[in-house]
Each structure stands twice: as structure tokens, then as C-alpha cells.
């Protein structure tokens, strides 16, 4: 069952994103249902790491968190680009030291990251562990550098670590 099956969350999910992107009919649920099982085999054969989250509690403040700073941060690049003159923006790129080492920590903050307007993950240095990030509207580094590391940080890394 597990051959056939081995990642049934992701098949579900594929198969309800399918329908939710087309219409409902008998067709479509077997298309996407073929879709799905294919992408789960090739999920498998990937063989992708198990994840180990530590503290589940956590999540759905981290996910308040970030969809709060998503809606936050729409408004604020929204006003910025439909301004008129009156404030400059100053991109720019800023180094983050990180603590967060776990992979699939990273790759959560990664996904934070690009997900809220205004930011943009650039590279990671594992060898240094740090995190270039670009930045829309550069105004205080300093504050950017402890959002990410107090925001997000901390709470990945009693999430994952």
C-alpha cells in the first residue's frame, strides 16, 4: 500500500488543487487523480528526507504571523508603488547571520521569505550561515536584520531544532 500510495497528504491535496483549478466532473477527478499519483511516485523516487518538527504547538502561530505580514506588507508595497514622488525608495541587498541550520527550516524561511511582497531570498552561505536578502524599500537595516531573526527565526528553531 505504501508503493502505491507513499505520500497520501500530497495526492489528496493534488487532487483537490486539480479540481479546484478546473471543473468538477467524473474526467477531471481522474485526470487529476493520475496526475497526482504520478507526481507522488516521483516524489518517492526522489526520496526526500522526513522532516522532524519538534514542536507542532507552534505552527499555527507561525502561520498567523505570517499571513499577517503578508497582508501587512501587500499594503505597504502597494502605497509605495501608487505614491506619487513624494518618498524615494532605496532597495538593496543586507546579510542576515542565521542559527537556523535544519533544511527544512531554511526551506520555511525561504518560503516566508519570497512569499511576502518586498522580499526576496537571494542566497544562502551554508559554509558562514548566512542569508542575502534583497529588500524593496531599504530603510533600516538593522530593524530588517532583527524582524527575520526575532520574527521568524526564533520560532523556526524551536520548531525544527
Aim: charged content about 15%.
Amino acid at each position: 500500500m505504501s508503493k502505491v500510495f507513499p505520500y497520501p497528504l500530497l495526492i489528496v491535496s493534488l487532487v483537490v488543487m486539480w479540481l479546484l483549478l478546473t471543473s468538477f466532473s467524473p474526467g477531471q477527478l481522474i485526470v487529476g487523480t493520475g496526475v497526482a499519483l504520478l507526481a507522488a511516485q516521483g516524489m518517492a523516487a526522489l526520496n526526500p528526507a522526513k522532516p522532524r518538527i519538534r514542536r507542532w504547538g507552534l505552527l499555527p502561530k507561525l502561520v498567523v504571523i505570517v499571513l499577517y505580514d503578508i497582508i501587512r506588507s501587500n499594503i505597504a508595497v502597494a502605497r509605495l508603488i501608487l505614491s506619487e514622488g513624494g518618498h524615494r525608495r532605496v532597495s538593496g541587498f543586507l546579510t542576515i547571520p542565521l542559527e537556523l541550520r535544519s533544511p527544512m527550516g531554511l526551506a520555511v524561511l525561504g518560503v516566508i521569505i519570497t512569499s511576502t511582497p518586498g522580499t526576496a531570498w537571494i542566497d544562502y552561505n551554508s559554509a558562514r550561515g548566512t542569508l542575502l536578502l534583497h529588500v524593496f524599500d531599504l530603510v533600516d537595516e538593522q530593524g530588517w536584520r532583527m524582524l527575520i531573526k526575532q520574527r521568524y527565526e526564533r520560532l523556526l528553531l524551536e520548531i525544527f531544532q
